[in-house]
């Protein structure tokens, strides 16, 4: 089956009661026993739940892998998967990454006694001499945020492989219509479901999807064991946001083409990040890893002045000043006030996300509109 039918079909079986063409929002908790453990596969929804469980089939579908697991945020998910660690444990770490994972690991996971080495992923001879006999983790976000770093997934997993580490791949920004990690050597690829998945910014949601048995049988029990579960009814609307990723994201890579290169030629722009333009410092490997460079485009002033982002940031009518990413509708963000602001300042600077920057998230508008707002915000 192609990527494109996977969407819509992908893990799916018509409802075996009525033949319902979508799953049923099984909203229960739990399920009739004929006798004790007599039951239909289904004994407790923290468990299993059908609806779920659907879900959960479309993402490793999606994702080319085998197993699939949905939790109540895409930072549970991540959390899921540290879970698979122990104390004195290392992790390496991608240093431009979605700050709540950094939080996660920084204020959580480290007083667990897990060592986190946050590092510049775009060498390979960087990466390997953080590896110790005690790393069990390499974390790795590409395109990474905000910053649009890109970092060459079959490299790093030959890293990985060499050394016995497990790759996680926060594919977020990505989604499977661009790039599926596992297909290029990643043991576990991670979603903020949230966002382009759901994709319609009325979801909260997570995801995990593996290949090997082992892993996701360590990974499910961590699930039922720690509880972080979505509801029935979120399931069922991611499952139907997936249904219409691939037209969406296609809409999603043609505008934020047309975004970047208009940003690129305002002169009150200094920097654009986005990985289709030919100047970005990795172009080729996303070329070789992606099918296309996705709606996330961020750019800085001329001057770095952080008055002047702010206004450009309530200047826009259509940009909705806002958190998140990945829905219809286009959204901006300050990441030095709003998404990064629990990174301390000087760390932040250091990977880019200085004060001007701004961040989009282009939706799938008219383009001619989502122009017109930015040149009136911009002036
Ligand atoms: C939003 C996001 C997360 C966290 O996901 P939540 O669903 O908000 O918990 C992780 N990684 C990236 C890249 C994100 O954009």
Not at 82 to 98: A, F, I, M, R
Request: aromatic share 8%; net charge negative.
């Amino acid at each position: 089956m192609k990527f494109n039918t996977k969407t819509i079909h992908g893990g799916q079986q018509h409802d075996p009661a009525y033949g319902s063409v979508m799953p049923p929002i099984y909203q229960t908790t739990t399920y009739a026993q004929s006798t004790p453990g007599g039951h239909k596969g289904y004994e407790y929804s923290r468990t299993h739940n059908p609806t779920r469980h659907a879900l959960e089939n479309a993402f490793a579908s999606i994702e080319n892998g085998n197993h699939g697991l949905a939790f109540g945020s895409g930072l549970a998910a991540v959390d899921a998967v540290l879970k698979l660690l122990q104390p004195g444990d290392e992790v390496v770490s991608t240093n431009d990454l979605y700050g709540g994972t950094y939080r996660l690991f920084t204020k959580i996971y480290e007083d667990f006694g897990i060592k986190f080495h946050f590092i510049g992923m775009d060498n390979s001879d960087r990466i390997e001499s953080y590896i110790t006999p005690d790393t069990k983790l390499i974390w790795a976000e590409t395109p990474t945020n905000p910053m649009m770093n890109i970092i060459d997934i079959v490299s790093v997993s030959k890293i990985a492989k060499k050394h016995n580490v497990l790759l996680a791949v926060d594919n977020t920004f990505a989604t499977p219509y661009l790039q599926r990690p596992l297909d290029l050597g990643a043991d576990i690829v991670m979603h903020s479901a949230t966002k382009y998945l759901g994709g319609h910014s009325d979801v909260v949601m997570g995801a995990l999807v593996v290949k090997n048995r082992d892993l996701a049988e360590r990974l499910y029990f961590i699930q039922n064991a720690s509880g972080a579960i979505c509801g029935p009814q979120d399931a069922f609307l991611v499952l139907r946001g997936i249904k219409t990723l691939h037209i969406r994201m296609q809409r999603h890579c043609e505008n934020g083409k047309v975004v970047a290169e208009y940003l690129a030629n305002h002169p009150k722009i200094e920097n654009v990040y986005w990985p289709g333009f030919e100047s970005h410092p990795k172009h080729d490997i996303a070329k070789s890893q992606m099918s296309d460079f996705g709606g996330m485009v961020s750019f800085t002033t001329k001057g770095n002045d952080y008055k002047e982002a702010i206004k450009i940031v309530e200047n826009l009518k259509i940009f909705t000043l806002a958190e998140s990413l990945g829905g219809v509708e286009s959204l901006a963000g300050h990441p030095a006030s709003m998404t990064h602001a629990s990174i301390p300042k000087e760390e932040r600077e250091k990977t880019g996300v200085v004060d001007s920057l701004i961040r989009l998230s282009v939706g799938i508008e008219d383009k001619d509109d989502l122009i017109a707002d930015l040149k009136q915000a911009i002036g």
